[in-house]
């Protein structure tokens, strides 16, 4: 089945550091959302992604829907201490039902000790 | 409020008891998912309503999972002798469905713990 691997798993930031993290299949999606979550709330929706080469920002956020529509990445510019949390990407995949998603297992972000 | 709205948020229940999660959806939202995250993973897709339609099921892991949606709007989660395995929370999200949009809005979710 489709699968999304989402890295890095986990890393740790300093505020005003910028932090990357990806998402690729081997499968193509017509659908890239990102989300974060926070411990014991669900996800929240941060920025969803329609076309291919699509980059998207919001606020210090920006996210990009990759040409070959197998990948996509999230920016976080000038981090601060809230952006701590664990950060999910999701796609929506061609053939399937058009509710369901597939997640990455999440990447976390946690601060510099 | 007008987001998604889960209850209980915490269930502890014995192995082989049935139980009921509620979600209420965002209001005009006309479809409906239920999700189910086991301690440190991502979300495992199991029903999807939209609409009128007959429920996408295929994510349920086995048939002790069903899920209802009455009137279009509320709908209730239920898992029958429950077991160990099916610790986990259980996250529900609505969207208003449709194409191109399928942006989901989640509720906080409901804990479930199977002593």
Same mark, same amino acid.
């Given at each position: 089945?489709?699968?999304?691997?989402?890295?890095?798993?986990?890393?740790?930031?300093?505020?005003?550091?910028?932090?990357?993290?990806?998402?690729?299949?081997?499968?193509?999606?017509?659908?890239?959302?990102?989300?974060?979550?926070?411990?014991?709330?669900?996800?929240?929706?941060?920025?969803?992604?329609?076309?291919?080469?699509?980059?998207?920002?919001?606020?210090?956020?920006?996210?990009?829907?990759?040409?070959?529509?197998?990948?996509?990445?999230?920016?976080?510019?000038?981090?601060?201490?809230?952006?701590?949390?664990?950060?999910?990407?999701?796609?929506?995949?061609?053939?399937?039902?058009?509710?369901?998603?597939?997640?990455?297992?999440?990447?976390?972000?946690?601060?510099?000790? | 409020?007008?987001?998604?709205?889960?209850?209980?948020?915490?269930?502890?229940?014995?192995?082989?008891?049935?139980?009921?999660?509620?979600?209420?959806?965002?209001?005009?939202?006309?479809?409906?998912?239920?999700?189910?995250?086991?301690?440190?993973?991502?979300?495992?897709?199991?029903?999807?309503?939209?609409?009128?339609?007959?429920?996408?099921?295929?994510?349920?892991?086995?048939?002790?999972? @069903? +899920?209802?949606?009455?009137?279009? #709007?509320?709908?209730?989660? /239920?898992?029958?002798?429950? =077991?160990?395995?099916? @610790? +986990?929370?259980?996250?529900?999200? #609505?969207?208003?469905?449709? /194409?191109?949009?399928?942006? =989901?809005?989640?509720?906080?979710?409901?804990?479930?713990?199977?002593?």
């Amino acid at each position: 089945g489709q699968q999304l691997n989402q890295s890095p798993q986990s890393m740790f930031i300093q505020e005003g550091e910028d932090v990357s993290m990806n998402c690729t299949s081997s499968s193509i999606f017509n659908t890239w959302l990102w989300y974060k979550q926070d411990p014991g709330e669900g996800p929240v929706l941060l920025i969803a992604l329609y076309k291919a080469g699509e980059l998207t920002s919001n606020g210090r956020l920006t996210a990009q829907f990759g040409i070959t529509r197998k990948d996509s990445f999230l920016n976080i510019s000038a981090s601060i201490p809230s952006d701590v949390g664990i950060y999910f990407c999701a796609g929506l995949g061609y053939g399937g039902s058009q509710g369901n998603l597939i997640f990455g297992k999440g990447t976390k972000l946690s601060v510099k000790p | 409020g007008a987001g998604v709205s889960q209850s209980p948020s915490n269930k502890v229940t014995e192995k082989g008891k049935d139980v009921e999660l509620r979600c209420d959806p965002i209001s005009g939202h006309t479809a409906l998912y239920w999700y189910r995250q086991s301690l440190g993973q991502g979300l495992e897709f199991l029903i999807y309503f939209q609409g009128n339609s007959a429920p996408d099921k295929s994510g349920l892991p086995s048939d002790r999972f @069903s +899920a209802e949606r009455t009137g279009g #709007s509320v709908s209730t989660l /239920t898992i029958q002798r429950t =077991q160990q395995e099916d @610790s +986990a929370v259980y996250l529900c999200a #609505s969207s208003l469905g449709g /194409t191109p949009a399928y942006e =989901q809005y989640f509720g906080p979710g409901t804990r479930l713990t199977v002593t």
